[in-house]
């Protein structure tokens, strides 16, 4: 006796009217207990975004006010009621700065040298790793690298003067004693390029290369099998495979670095350099001048001015990227 097919009722209400198609009710989805776990763990997340990210941006409106504190009124107040708008006078006092273009100067063209290291250095850092027999010294290899990360600014300056201090620094100490004579290091401005890209580099390109090391190591194996079936070596694996599919990851980090051409560390340019007053042409940035002229000058207006030109021009930069990179590979841009 041949069995009957029972009906399945249909995930979705369907109601037909005569003569025109069916018409679905959607289901309201209900809030489950998974969501409720969800939300919980993104609670902290939420709140620290409140608190550091969306309530101080009500201090943009310093870049566009002559703020005056009125005592015996609030902070409020003052800013609001109190202070008179200038509209873009903050902004044209920053630019008619005699150090403004120096300023932008080394802003930029640091970062063009750091965007370009952090492209390439940690990629072919990352493929050799990758390539190394022994798991036990690629993990102390990865591990060396990564280290600096985690130490702060503050901590390598006293590495750094401990190595470049005029009387007692290592570096000075091998120079005498080679008959040579000491190098002033913190007067003498035209060494800091150098170090400060050193420094930069050695601190923060083992990051990236931990970002692209955990991908290849989630491409699929058999294709490097495939590959070394059909006689491939090294390096025609590496540019037939690994690089094309580094190449999303690749053009992500290109663009956020490129949203941040702007910004530059200040740990990097204040503390390693003990904000000292003969560097000051090859290591003022915009962040450095907007700290001086909030703790030193106690001038709010042309601080957060500056701070919003270079967070404008970071998005813009940061939107232009990702339209280039869609353009030329529409599979690598990062929204």
């Known amino acids: 006796m041949a069995r009957i097919p029972l009906l399945q009722k249909p995930a979705v209400d369907t109601v037909s009217i005569k003569g025109e198609a069916p018409i679905r009710k959607k289901k309201r989805r209900r809030f489950t207990w998974d969501d409720f776990e969800l939300t919980l763990l993104s609670l902290p997340t939420v709140a620290w975004f409140i608190a550091f990210s969306y309530i101080p941006l009500f201090g943009i409106v310093f ?37 403004i273009w120096n300023i932008f100067r080394n802003t930029l063209g640091y970062n063009i ?12 850092l990352a493929i050799m790793i990758t390539q190394l027999r022994s798991r036990r010294l690629a993990k102390v290899c990865q ?33 005498t004693s080679m008959g040579g004579e000491r190098i002033m290091w913190y007067q003498d401005k035209k060494y800091w390029p150098f170090i400060l890209v050193f420094m930069n580099t050695w601190k923060t390109f083992g990051y ?27 390096w025609q694996q590496c540019k037939g495979i690994t690089l094309p ?48 002229a909030l703790m030193q000058s106690n001038n709010y207006n ?3 001015a500056a701070s919003l030109l270079q967070n404008t021009l970071g998005c813009i930069l940061l939107i232009a990227a990702n339209l280039v990179v869609k353009k030329i590979d529409p599979d690598s841009g990062l929204f």
């Open 63 to 99: 870049a566009f006010k002559n703020y005056k504190y009125k005592p015996g009124k609030g902070f409020i107040y003052s800013l609001f009621v109190h202070s008179k708008w200038v509209g873009l006078k903050n902004f044209k006092f920053l630019f008619k700065s005699p150090d």
């Open 113 to 124: 040298i750091f965007i370009c290291i952090g492209v390439t250095l940690p990629v072919a």
């Open 143 to 175: 591990t060396a690298v990564f280290l600096p990360h985690f130490l702060s600014w503050v901590v390598i300056s006293y590495f750094v003067y401990a190595f470049l201090s005029t009387d007692k620094g290592l570096l000075n100490g091998i120079i």
């Open 208 to 234: 990236s290369m931990v970002v692209y090391m955990a991908t290849i190591t989630g491409i699929d194996q058999s294709l490097y099998e495939s590959a070394v079936i059909d006689g491939a070596t090294k």
């Open 245 to 292: 599919l580094l190449r999303p990851v690749i053009s992500i980090m290109f663009i956020l670095n490129v949203g941040s051409i702007f910004s530059t560390d200040f740990g990097l340019f204040f503390q390693v350099t003990r904000d000292s007053n003969s560097l000051i042409d090859v290591t003022q940035t915009l962040d450095v001048y907007v700290y001086k």
């Open 302 to 304: 042309y601080s957060a």
